[in-house]
């Protein structure tokens, strides 16, 4: 018998086809509701490998009901949907999708970060409602982008993309990292310094880095009361680095000028966030990785994953 594969979300035919020689393939149905919990723990029950999103919590509990389960394949670089250490314990591969993402949301990003300081959205919208009735000296003025200070929180993949998109600028770039990245030192003038002087030395301070028991709220209220007043907050990495609580004050008071934020404590937000409503918040879905072209890269991979796992009994990029 062929071993079981769920997919907790509908991923286009021509990605499926290599899996489904070696496996049955089952998937839930619609490509824009999560499956529910209940359905997603009867299918995991009996599946030797799940492809799920960052919608879909992986715990201790669902990790205890899957004897059979041997590989669950994230469709997202982050992975903080699964509780990993647990995983490792009970010797279930994980895997995620690197690399293929990392320029996709690097542009997003930066075009986040263009957007927050030039108010794209807020000038496209003052077309839209027809309030454009002159021309005038500051209407919808923004701040200047090029020569300004970046600063980068996570230097990964993705924080060196955006560093070589800040070149082009002339920015001048600073990062904070676990470790010291001597490539982006070198290849795009990056400097490396403390998360304090990153904090108040940053023009632009981009958050990037993933979520973990170190870095949950990292961005507080003391973070923000050292940041820069004219400071813009871009955040595209998980809406949880930050808290928000604080965030909205300090966008209130004028403690920094503006955010871009890509990613929330909760997710989707349907009308109670305070912060998407701030008009100098430029507020997106969660859409960092979202081109066609990459997410069709992602499930791709996520596929390969578990072919391979099931094939060779390796994954191609377990976490
Ligand atoms: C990721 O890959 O972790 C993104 O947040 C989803 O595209």
Known sequence: MKP????????PDEVLQPLQEVATVNMWDKDDVPVPRDILFEKAKHATALL???????????????????????????????????AKEKRLIITNTPDVLTDTTAD???ALLMATARRLIEASSYIKSDQWTTWSPFQLAGTDIHKKTLGIFGMGRI????????????????????????AAERD???????????????????CL?????????????????????QAIFINASRGDLVNEDALYHALTTGEIA?????????????????????????ALPHIGSASYETRMKMATLAIENIHSYLEKGEAVTQV
Request: aromatic letters at 10%; one cysteine or more; a negative charge.
């Open 4 to 11: 079981l594969v769920y997919i907790t979300r509908k991923l």
């Open 52 to 86: 799920t999103m960052l919608t879909e919590q992986i715990d201790k509990q669902l990790i205890d009901q899957c004897e059979q389960l041997k590989v669950v394949a994230n469709m997202a670089v982050g992975y903080d949907n699964i509780d990993v250490a647990y």
């Open 108 to 110: 997003l990003t930066f």
């Open 159 to 182: 924080g060196e993309a955006v560093a070589k998109r800040a070149t082009g600028f002339d920015m001048d770039i600073y990062y904070h990292n676990r470790s010291r990245k001597e």
């Open 188 to 206: 795009y003038g990056a400097q490396y310094c403390t998360f304090d002087e990153l904090v108040e030395k940053s023009d632009f301070l981009v």
């Open 209 to 229: 880095a993933p979520l973990t028991e170190e870095t949950k709220e990292i961005f507080n209220e003391d973070v923000f009361k050292k940041m820069k007043k």
């Open 258 to 282: 503006c955010a871009g934020l890509d990613v929330f404590q909760e997710e989707p937000i349907r009308g109670t966030n305070p912060l998407a409503n701030l008009k100098n918040v430029v």
